[in-house]
């Protein structure tokens, strides 16, 4: 892992370092393999997109203003990669757009500590957080999109808003959407 940000790495790169581009790749590949797979939930097709992503970051790389977040820049790249994907694909399901490692009951009790939940409420958790990603899948792309770029991600709204090229205002007023229509859905 290099201890240089991606400012430093990108003008390492851009002086003639191709080194530094490829550490950059290494250190931000699985942060946005993670993100694009909540998009296609499919390995191949995330880590495709991944790849589309990274050569398209090259391609532009000249033009990212190094006074700027580039995790912002990166997940926008991102972002349109998977949208026109998905529009190739004429199928725009985002499906299981959160995804929690199964823990296994026998492990768990294994471990248990006495400070530690039960096993029982690790299961009401699990369960928990099953039914809030079968409510999530439901939600409109519009409010699922800034709820998981803030929540998940934790982009403040302003950079959602930069991200996703819409006024701070309509950004805040989704995300208000989003979290009514999830409460909305969880009591039905």
Same mark, same amino acid.
């Given at each position: 892992? /290099? !201890?240089?940000? +991606?400012?430093?790495?990108?003008?390492?790169?851009?002086?003639?370092?191709?080194?530094?581009? &490829?550490?950059?790749?290494?250190?931000?590949? +699985?942060? #946005?393999?993670?993100? %694009?797979?909540?998009?296609?939930?499919?390995?191949?097709?995330?880590?495709?997109?991944?790849?589309?992503?990274?050569?398209?970051?090259?391609?532009?790389?000249? !033009?990212?203003?190094?006074?700027?977040?580039?995790?912002?820049?990166?997940?926008?790249?991102?972002?349109?990669?998977?949208?026109?994907? %998905?529009?190739?694909?004429?199928?725009? #399901?985002?499906?299981?757009?959160? !995804?929690?490692?199964?823990? &296994?009951?026998?492990?768990? &009790?294994? /471990?248990?500590?006495?400070?530690?939940?039960? +096993? /029982?409420?690790?299961?009401?958790?699990?369960?928990? #957080?099953?039914?809030?990603?079968?409510? %999530?899948?439901? %939600?409109? @792309?519009?409010?699922?999109?800034?709820?998981?770029? !803030?929540?998940?991600?934790?982009? /403040?709204?302003?950079?959602?808003?930069?991200?996703?090229?819409? +006024?701070?205002?309509? #950004?805040?007023?989704?995300?208000?959407?989003?979290?009514?229509?999830?409460? @909305?859905?969880?009591?039905?």
């Amino acid at each position: 892992m /290099s !201890h240089k940000t +991606p400012a430093q790495l990108i003008s390492d790169y851009l002086k003639g370092d191709n080194e530094a581009f &490829e550490i950059l790749i290494a250190e931000k590949l +699985p942060y #946005v393999y993670r993100y %694009l797979f909540r998009y296609v939930y499919n390995e191949e097709d995330a880590q495709e997109l991944a790849q589309d992503t990274f050569v398209k970051v090259w391609k532009k790389i000249k !033009h990212f203003d190094i006074n700027k977040n580039f995790n912002t820049w990166l997940l926008t790249i991102a972002r349109n990669t998977a949208i026109d994907f %998905l529009r190739k694909k004429k199928e725009i #399901v985002f499906s299981d757009l959160i !995804h929690d490692d199964d823990l &296994e009951q026998d492990e768990f &009790e294994n /471990s248990v500590v006495d400070d530690e939940p039960l +096993p /029982s409420e690790i299961y009401e958790k699990q369960e928990a #957080v099953e039914a809030l990603e079968k409510t %999530l899948k439901e %939600l409109p @792309l519009k409010y699922r999109e800034i709820l998981i770029l !803030h929540y998940r991600e934790g982009f /403040s709204l302003s950079e959602v808003a930069v991200m996703l090229k819409m +006024p701070l205002n309509t #950004v805040k007023t989704r995300k208000l959407r989003g979290i009514k229509l999830l409460r @909305l859905q969880k009591n039905d």
